[in-house]
């Protein structure tokens, strides 16, 4: 075996023999003059340059033989700091010379941007309605019509899902009849709410006009993201309870099965805040401004609405609870949304405590409905709803439909027990067909409600629908002191005359 050979030998050689084949080192961008170069001696049996093919990595040489101890490696290699000293290597293991230019170091991470989201949609939508009165002295004598033009936009922003901000102006324009139709047809625009703040504005309002125009910042609200805890100010809906065709526990600005345009509720101004205990639970806490007199108020409990509302889930069953103070009266509600086989139950129950002076007893408003799919094109439902509050004398609905509850929306309904039904059926998957029908079933009487809406375009909806009352019309009479009213209310719907309408709505 051979010994070693002196390294000082080994230097020698690399000094006479590098500026033979050595490369040249990267330039140097500053001075244009040639760095260092990367310089490296092996010895080999032979003295020759190692074969690029050979694979042979055990340190070994043609024969078997052991060769790590005879054979000894020098490399010279430049330092990572360019003006440094040159590291220098001995006896190191070989590596294979790096193809194309070595990679620089890699920089330290950039500070991650923010995620900002800034968006602009809205639509514009537009209604004729029509209302063919029967012959009565409480209902116009020629059939009455209006034109409802509805524009909205809404302008948002969120950054980082941390935080958003959302306005919507809707400006809409009415035109036609000024006085009562009768009908209990509504388009669901142009709706208003009570407001702290006076965001609300009309032009053209005189009785006599044909002509109305009013705009509405309908929502204003920031909103806060966290950890397992939400939070919202200002102008926005409020909803609880899981109610389809009847909602107990919907008290402010509910909408009704009558109203044809359900997309939009009006926002009222409240402070929200929603926590999330855990996967399948919520706590939520709302206070909302409901009264009259805007900021300019007294502020006073009759103005405020309050609700704490809890929610959990057991098994396949949403169970939900509240308290509420709405504008004086204490609520307490459940709700419930669940499963049997494949169709869907909802229940929901309010107890209502009225303030003092409204002089009513306490009251129970409920609803428990089904829904399923038959086929994959076609969905029915069924709800039945019972109010302690109603009567079963059709003589007692306007004194029910004129009360403080029936003016601030939370009911809409004179009798105690009703049923609402409901198909809908895919004819095309553009074309669509729907049939609901609500019944008192205290006070006979039926409203019926068919409709089909027709996909024109990827943004745009057709519409049309009726509402066809059916029970027995009010008896003209003769008025005296006692009821000066000039007719006698024989059924609740037979009183509605026969409406229509037609819909457009584009999207952008």
């Given at each position: 075996m051979r010994g070693a050979r002196p390294v000082w030998g080994a230097v020698w050689c690399l000094v006479l023999a590098g500026p033979v084949w050595a490369a040249p080192g990267p330039v140097d961008g500053d001075t244009g003059s040639e760095g260092p170069a990367d310089v490296r001696v092996e010895d080999t049996d032979t003295g020759s340059t190692p074969d690029p093919m050979d694979t042979d990595t055990e340190g070994t040489d043609s024969d078997g033989e052991d060769t790590d101890a005879e054979d000894t490696d020098i490399?010279?290699?430049?330092?990572?700091?360019?003006?440094g000293p040159e590291a220098v290597s001995v006896g190191a293991p070989s590596a294979a010379p790096a193809e194309g230019p070595v990679a620089p170091p890699e920089a330290p991470e950039a500070r991650r941007a923010l995620d900002v989201v800034a968006k602009a949609t809205g639509h514009v939508k537009a209604f004729a309605t029509a209302s063919f009165p029967y012959e009565s002295p409480i209902l116009p004598d020629a059939p009455q019509g209006q034109g409802f033009l509805d524009q909205r936009l809404t302008l948002s922003l969120a950054v980082d899902e941390v935080f958003e901000a959302e306005v919507a102006h809707a400006l809409t324009a009415t035109i036609g009849a000024a006085q009562a139709t009768g009908s209990v047809l509504g388009t669901g625009v142009g709706a208003?709410?009570?407001q702290a703040l006076p965001?609300?504005?009309t032009a053209f309002d005189d009785p006599d006009s044909t002509l109305r125009l009013q705009g509405r910042v309908d929502r204003l609200v920031l909103r806060g993201h966290a950890p397992q805890v939400d939070l919202a100010l200002g102008r926005q809906p409020i909803s609880f309870g899981n109610g389809r065709f009847f909602t107990p526990m919907d008290l402010v600005q509910p909408f009704t099965p009558a109203v044809i345009d359900t997309e939009f509720k009006p926002g009222v101004d409240a402070f929200r805040i929603d926590v999330y205990p855990s996967f399948s639970s919520?706590?939520?806490?709302?206070?909302?401004?409901t009264g009259n007199e805007g900021w300019k108020g007294d502020w006073t409990a009759e103005e405020i609405t309050g609700a704490v509302y809890g929610q959990g889930t057991v098994g396949v069953t949403d169970l939900g609870g509240m308290y509420a103070w709405v504008e004086g009266d204490h609520?307490?509600?459940?709700?419930?949304?669940?499963?049997?086989?494949?169709?869907g139950v909802i229940g929901d129950v309010a107890v209502t405590v009225?303030?003092?002076d409204l002089d009513e007893p306490v009251f129970v408003r409920a609803t428990l409905g089904m829904d399923g799919r038959p086929t994959g094109t076609t969905t029915v439902s069924a709800e039945v709803y019972v109010q302690s509050l109603g009567s079963t004398d059709p003589a007692d609905l306007l004194d029910t439909l004129g009360?403080?509850?029936a003016m601030r929306g939370e009911i809409w309904?004179?009798?105690?027990?009703?049923?609402?039904?409901?198909?809908?059926q895919e004819i095309t998957p553009l074309v669509t067909f729907s049939l609901s029908t609500i019944t008192n079933l205290t006070q006979p009487s039926t409203l019926i409600l068919p409709g089909i809406s027709w996909s024109i375009a990827g943004n745009a909806d057709l519409a049309a629908g009726a509402y066809l009352p059916v029970g027995e019309r009010p008896e003209t009479r003769t008025p005296t002191l006692e009821d000066p009213l000039p007719v006698a209310i024989r059924s609740e719907f037979g009183t509605y005359p026969f409406s229509a309408y037609l819909q457009v709505r584009a999207y952008f």
């Open positions: 490399s010279v290699a430049p330092s990572p700091d360019p003006e208003t709410a009570p965001l609300t504005w919520a706590i939520t806490g709302v206070v909302a401004y609520v307490v509600a459940a709700t419930l949304a669940s499963a049997i086989g494949p169709a009225p303030r003092d009360s403080e509850r309904l004179a009798g105690i027990a009703y049923l609402g039904t409901s198909l809908t």
